[in-house]
């Protein structure tokens, strides 16, 4: 069953939102060459709890951090540590923010410094394909159309689409129906209705589609090749004209 937020619940959720939005620039403000992943795990969490908010993903199926930060071949999941970022990286902050017990969750990959046309390309992409998504939504839209929509702009870019990790409902918890594939076919799947709020979030590839677990631990979700992976997500509300994105200011 998909949840259709009551007024109170979007309320939280549009707080939550905000403040994962402030998160995300907190740490844009502190994402440079020679700062620790688990140092900006820590401004996130801060910063979240002065702001009465929770970081949902800290202990999360027994998840370690506050968020996930993901270099280069790591498509998702990546566990803060020791690890500096470095000029030349391409970083994606996957963050959730909750509020009295309501979910959101947003993810952006920024570029440190310079990198190739191709690597820049894929970010710059995969942002937009986010936006392609986005813009598909409305009462009454099928899944399918926003899958259909991310798909049809990644492969024009000779982007590939990651094809085991997708969108999916969020509130309550952070992880709830429906799976929002990013490829299928427009005019497919369940219908989203006013009052739904979804996680939009194209994950997509330079080279092939694979991917796999490292042997470091449970989490980390890398590319098989070892060519970089882009991510971009926001929580939407499905509106009767249209929508609201809770993660964009
Ligand atoms: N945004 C991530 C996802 O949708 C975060 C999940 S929380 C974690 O998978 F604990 F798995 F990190
Ligand atoms: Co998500």
Not at 5 to 23: F, Q, V
Not at 41 to 63: H, M, Q, R, T, W
Not at 107 to 131: C, H, W
Not at 146 to 156: D, G, L, Q, V
């Amino acid at each position: 069953m998909i949840n259709i937020k009551s007024a109170r619940e979007l309320d939280l959720m549009r707080y939550a939102g905000h403040i994962n939005y402030l998160t995300h620039e907190e740490i844009k403000k502190n994402l440079k060459p020679g700062i620790t992943t688990e140092q900006l795990d820590k401004i996130a969490y801060d910063f979240i709890l002065k702001n009465n908010c929770v970081p949902s993903c800290l202990g999360y199926e027994g998840y370690p951090k506050s968020i996930c930060i993901s270099i280069n071949d790591e498509v998702v999941h990546g566990i803060p540590s020791k690890t500096k970022i470095k000029e030349h990286d391409i970083v994606s902050i996957d963050l959730c923010v909750g509020y009295k017990g309501y979910h959101t969750d947003a993810a952006r990959t920024y570029i440190i410094g310079k990198v190739s046309k191709e690597v820049e390309a894929l970010v710059k992409n995969t942002e937009k394909a986010l936006y392609q998504g986005i813009n598909k939504v409305h009462s009454g839209c099928k899944v399918g159309d926003i899958s259909n929509a991310i798909e049809e702009y990644a492969h024009a870019h000779n982007l590939s689409v990651i094809e085991e990790l997708v969108g999916h409902g969020v509130g309550s918890n952070i992880h709830e129906e429906p799976d929002i594939p990013n490829y299928g076919n427009s005019g497919s799947g369940q219908v989203l209705k006013e009052g739904m709020t979804i996680a939009i979030e194209p994950m997509l590839n330079l080279g092939g589609k694979e991917i796999c677990l490292t042997d470091q631990d449970d989490w980390v979700i890398v590319t098989k090749d070892g060519l970089p992976s882009a991510h971009f997500e926001h929580t939407i509300l499905v509106t009767k004209d249209g929508y609201e994105i809770l993660t964009g200011e």
